[in-house]
């Protein structure tokens, strides 16, 4: 049998919005993904603890609170650091056009912002998805 | 009119409208439409026709309060506006709350980033990122005396949106104040110290239910006695609505919680009457007008009946929903922001319609960033238009007797009361929440909507229909990210020229307290607050102390 793909939604930083995260975790489940969702308030070291112990092939990070450029760059360059940089990483939440760039710099491969349909996130894991298995 | 409903209303203006318009006149002597018609104060039926007028329905400011919770609602006076604000360091917020108070704002609302939310300083490791993000970043008595410094605190009423440690920051509002000369008895305000609904859907706990209600308990015996004046409690479901829920489970679940709190109150010893006149409820407007009107009829209704039966309150204040409204944030769209203005208009008539005692309108730019100050003035304009262009302020209750709206609100009523039957047949509100029941309910009502938006049977304009190709507009509000390091720099200055010794034996007596239910926390922490025990050391003792609360993740 094939090997699901595994996705982990996770909710680094403090705040507590987490009905975007769970949309997404149980739209992905729903799409025939293995989802793992770690609950909020987690720390960048525990989101890739979990990536790592989960075998996971994308970490989505949900952040509603402005820290995005802070902590998204700090779980990509955590995961280069555990040798699992294999992991493509995305985000989404109220994140401001002018930081989408700089964050895609530091190797977040995706975000989404308000308003984004399901579908676009389901494409995005498709067409990454090809190239990993590769 | 027929003689039942006359001589009630009679009765009605003597025994209750008299009294206020002594004390309290109403702003003008007579009130007119647009076009110079008379407004009266109230309209009433002509005849019953169902015959349960008065009992369900009857006058305002007296029981069951359907109506409103004042004889003369916004005639006497209108509602309190109330921008919700707070960002980066405490000087920056002092100006931003100087500024509101010029463009003729009537209280102060304070937001606070979320590592004060959760007890943290700005200087822990977990505060990365998020310090003067969402509010305002507090680590000790000193930044609240910026924040006030040249407000007087006999003069606003301030409400401040912090729950887990409430009893910390509420000391130290307590301590500005004295230092201003104004004393605990007479400052005004709220805080929300509404824990229950943190697990359910907002996220900012520290502490496992048992020792979050006796803080709760500590604070409202506190301040019965003390700081009269004071809502202790903000017992709210905006944040559940914003999870997703729907507008019964809104008001069904803030009621439940509401039950839970008083239930525990009075299982401490407090007598109801005591402590449930200063209960505050706060509350989610939606884009749905009616619903949202129906929705605040129901749960005052519903509210009274409780404490009277089940609680047997006496008092009519302990009966009296109060409640502060603000519009749904996740109504706003990033599409197209100039729309948020529109919806933020309907939503404040929903919220005056249904009798709202103070509001905060959202401003059109907060899903992409905090707001500006050209677009908080905007919000803030929306109300004013409302108050004083509409006409919407000038008779109580205008919707009631709509046949939509009189259902509707019997049928609000009753779903509500279903769920809260629910609940209280699952052992209370902690067990539901223990169980995972009322974040699963939310949960699948949010599933719900957001696949209906996708499959287009729900039309939000701009997003998933009249869509246009836009850049995002400019300006937007940042926080400077070197605000941390203020931050820190200013918690080395304190902690280098407080006392430490009376630091350190305040810290230890708030253990010793902790650990013995009986004690009330509250003069302990403000012995600490007034040595500059920082709100992380402090927060850590109680940490040590009670432990700390896991989230039950439910998808």
């Known amino acids: 049998m094939e090997r699901k793909t595994r996705i982990e939604i996770a909710k680094p930083g403090l705040d507590g919005h987490d009905r975007g995260a769970k949309y997404i975790a149980r739209a992905l489940k729903d799409a025939g993904y293995e989802v793992i969702y770690t609950g909020i308030r987690q720390t960048p070291e525990s989101i890739v603890a979990t990536a790592i112990q989960e075998d996971v092939d994308f970490v989505g990070l949900s952040l509603l609170s402005g820290a995005h450029n802070e902590l998204f760059p700090r779980v990509v360059e955590l995961l280069k650091a555990e040798g699992a940089d294999d992991i493509i990483v995305f985000g989404g939440g109220v994140i401001p056009e002018e930081d989408v ?34 | 009119m027929q003689e039942s409903i006359k001589n009630r209303k009679m009765e009605w203006e003597e025994s209750v409208l008299n009294k206020v318009l002594q004390k309290f006149p109403e702003r003008r002597e007579t009130f007119t439409t647009g076009s110079d018609k008379p407004v009266e104060r109230l309209y009433l039926p002509e005849e019953e026709t169902k015959g349960d007028y008065l009992e369900k329905i009857g006058f305002p400011g007296e029981y069951p309060y359907t109506r409103g919770v004042q004889p ?89 949106t912090i729950n887990a440690p409430a009893a910390v920051l509420l000391a130290m509002y307590i301590a500005v104040a004295e230092k201003q000369g104004v004393t605990r008895d007479k ?15 907002r996220g900012t706990y520290i502490f496992p239910p048992a020792p979050s209600m006796r803080l709760i308990n500590n604070i409202f015996e506190f301040c019965s006695k003390e700081v009269p004046k004071w809502n202790t409690i903000s017992i709210s479901g905006y944040h559940i609505r914003e999870a997703g829920s729907t507008a019964v489970q809104e008001i069904a679940f803030t009621i439940a919680d509401g039950i839970e709190y008083v239930r525990n109150a009075i299982k401490t010893g407090l007598d109801v009457d005591q402590f449930a006149g200063r209960l505050s409820f706060f509350f989610n407007a939606h884009n749905d007008l009616f619903e949202e009107v129906a929705k605040y009829r129901a749960a005052r209704r519903i509210w009274a009946r409780i404490m009277k039966e089940k609680f047997s309150a006496r008092k009519e204040k302990s009966m009296m929903m109060r409640f502060h409204t603000q519009t749904a944030g996740s109504t706003l769209t990033a599409q197209q922001p100039d729309n948020n203005v529109i919806r933020v208009t309907i939503q404040t008539l929903a919220a005056v319609l249904g009798g709202t005692q103070s509001l905060h309108t959202n401003s059109k ?48 009523e009753k779903e509500a009361l279903e769920y809260i039957e629910k609940i209280e047949k699952m052992g209370g509100m902690v067990r539901a929440i223990e169980a995972g029941y009322v974040q699963k309910e939310i949960q ?86 007034h040595a500059y025990a920082t709100l992380g050391e402090i927060t850590h003792v109680l940490r040590e102390e009670f432990g700390e609360y896991r989230e039950s993740i439910v998808l």
């Open chain 2, 444 to 529: 699948d009502s949010a599933y719900r909507y957001q696949k209906a938006v996708e499959k287009g049977e729900r039309i939000v304009v701009g997003v998933n229909k009249f869509t246009v190709e836009e850049a995002e507009p400019k300006g937007l509000l940042k926080v400077d990210p070197a605000l941390r390091e203020v931050q820190i720099k200013k918690i080395k200055e304190i902690k280098e020229s407080r006392d430490g010794s009376s630091v350190e034996s305040s810290l230890t007596a708030l253990k010793k307290g902790a650990a013995d239910e009986s004690v009330n926390l509250m003069p302990l922490i403000l012995d600490a607050v």
């Open chain 2, 187 to 201: 400052i005004r305000g709220t805080i929300q110290n509404d824990i229950l609904k943190e697990y359910i859907a």
């Open chain 2, 72 to 160: 003369t609602m916004y005639r006497g006076r209108l509602w309190t506006m109330r921008q919700y604000a707070g960002f980066g360091t405490a000087e920056e917020s002092n100006e931003r709350y100087k500024y509101l108070l010029d463009q003729g704002q009537t209280g102060l609302s304070i937001a606070f980033d979320l590592p004060t939310q959760i007890g943290y300083d700005s200087d822990d490791p977990v505060s990365m990122g998020e310090v003067g993000k969402v509010g305002v970043a507090i680590d000790s008595l000193k930044d609240m005396e910026i924040l006030f410094s040249g407000i007087p605190l006999d003069k606003v009423s301030t409400s401040m």
């Open chain 2, 365 to 412: 730019d907060e899903a992409l960033a905090l707001p500006t100050e050209d677009s908080v003035r905007v919000a803030l304009r929306t109300q004013q238009i409302v108050a004083h262009e509409s006409g919407a302020a000038n008779t109580v209750d205008p919707l009631a007797g709509s046949y939509f709206i009189e259902q509707m609100t019997d049928e609000i």
């Open chain 1, 101 to 134: 760039e700089s964050l895609t710099k530091k190797g977040i491969q995706a975000i989404f912002r308000p308003g984004t349909p399901i579908s676009a996130v389901i494409d995005f894991i498709e067409s990454k998805k090809k190239t990993t298995a590769a």
